[in-house]
């Protein structure tokens, strides 16, 4: 099938999704609504961090398969020709994404960030010593910018493959290749400090160096395994006919390649800081490490252990109900990944796990199922008239 057609069937699931996000949504209200004083604060801090969390990891998921679309165009990649349109509709979230977020770090601000708060400021050197970049203005100039930015290069090559489709030739493919490494060059610069500024700063005292790759390894992974998924399911409707094994194998090559090199930058950046044992850099882990354990390590074991392990074995990364298996679940533990960036910073030791948890990471996934399946409908699902869709088509086994 050449056209993907969003069905009632994928809007009510959609929907049943949002909807536990709503009713989630409107407890977490009612509990800040129905306390005081601290456990006011408490309540209010939770549901901020909350929306963050899923904010920054959906719109993380988008802007990765942006990257990864322009990496394709830039390095005149074949193999991944007839996922084009995946790429793109994953991407498209950046729209709804971009306004969430915003409006997340409008209102929740002041919960989620104690450099925000002037009296803070004035009464810590260090916070203060940061305030020519750790201030409101500079803040949303810089926000604005990255999601700005990200949201042009989005239309823009959506834009290229419709014309493409209608075109054919080479001269929309070289255009692609252009703006790709103008693309790349500031995603490499505004994926580091978009998680400076709205994750890293949530733990003001405390900063890395590899803060910024260990965040976009994060992002990249549940991106491919996102995308993965959707690929697995579609050829599963009877969709992608074309789609063979080897495309699931490079898939899975890249799953368990961005692994590592999530798995690397977390060791990196950990070993270096416990070794040195320098007490204003290790109490980021000793946080974790006190009032987390069971989840943080939890989360580390199983992002490492299952794509390493499970994906090792070539007949594996061949196989889409193994690979599916995998995705699922490496995709659930990235999300507490993010949730174990935030929540320690924002909540410190009073956090909560549960309804309210889930109920908002089901009620964004519903939301951005919505939005992709929805832009998936809106072209044909494989793109027409590139130069390597022949190439892709007749995919080899390396």
């Not at 999601?147 to 090559?157: A, D, H, K, P």
């Amino acid at each position: 099938m050449d056209q993907f057609e969003f069905t009632s069937s994928h809007k009510k699931f959609t929907f049943g999704l949002m909807g536990i996000g709503l009713l989630a949504l409107m407890w977490a209200v009612y509990c800040i609504m129905g306390s005081e004083g601290a456990d006011h604060h408490a309540a209010s801090a939770r549901l901020w961090s909350n929306l963050l969390i899923c904010g920054f990891f959906f719109i993380g998921i988008s802007v990765a398969a942006l990257f990864f679309l322009a990496v394709q165009h830039a390095a005149e990649a074949g193999w991944a020709t007839m996922f084009n349109r995946v790429f793109e509709a994953t991407s498209s979230y950046l729209y709804v994404g971009s306004g969430i977020l915003v409006a997340v770090l409008f209102f929740g601000g002041h919960d989620l960030y104690h450099w925000m708060h002037a009296d803070a400021v004035a009464h810590d050197d260090l916070l203060a010593h940061k305030s020519d970049y750790l201030n409101p203005t500079f803040f949303w100039i810089r926000t604005l910018i990255y999601l700005g930015v990200w949201i042009f290069f989005m239309r823009l090559f959506r834009k290229l493959s419709l014309e493409e489709d209608e075109i054919g030739g080479t001269k929309i493919h070289f255009r692609n290749q252009k703006y790709a490494a103008i693309f790349l060059v500031f995603f490499g610069y505004s994926s580091s400090t978009a998680s400076w500024d709205w994750i890293m700063s949530i733990d003001a005292h405390w900063f890395s160096t590899l803060f910024g790759w260990y965040v976009f390894s994060g992002m990249w992974i549940s991106s491919l395994v996102f995308m993965t998924l959707l690929i697995i399911w579609l050829k599963g409707k009877g969709y992608l006919p074309k789609v063979n094994e080897n495309h699931i194998h490079d898939m899975g090559k890249w799953i368990f390649g961005v692994s590592c090199l999530w798995t690397y930058l977390w060791f990196s950046q950990f070993m270096l800081i416990w070794y040195a044992n320098i007490p204003e850099e290790i109490v980021y882990f000793k946080a974790r490490f006190d009032d987390y354990k069971v989840l943080y390590f939890g989360m580390i074991i199983v992002n490492f252990v299952f794509p390493f392990f499970g994906l090792m074995d070539k007949d594996n990364k061949r196989s889409i109900g193994w690979v599916g298996t995998i995705g699922v679940i490496i995709f659930i533990t990235h999300w507490f990944d993010v949730y174990m960036m935030v929540t320690p910073g924002v909540m410190k030791d009073h956090w909560h796990f549960g309804g309210i948890e889930i109920g908002l990471f089901l009620g964004f996934l519903g939301l951005f199922l919505f939005i992709v399946l929805n832009a998936l409908s809106k072209a044909p699902l494989i793109v027409k008239n590139h130069p390597f869709l022949d190439e892709c088509i007749h995919l080899e086994q390396n």
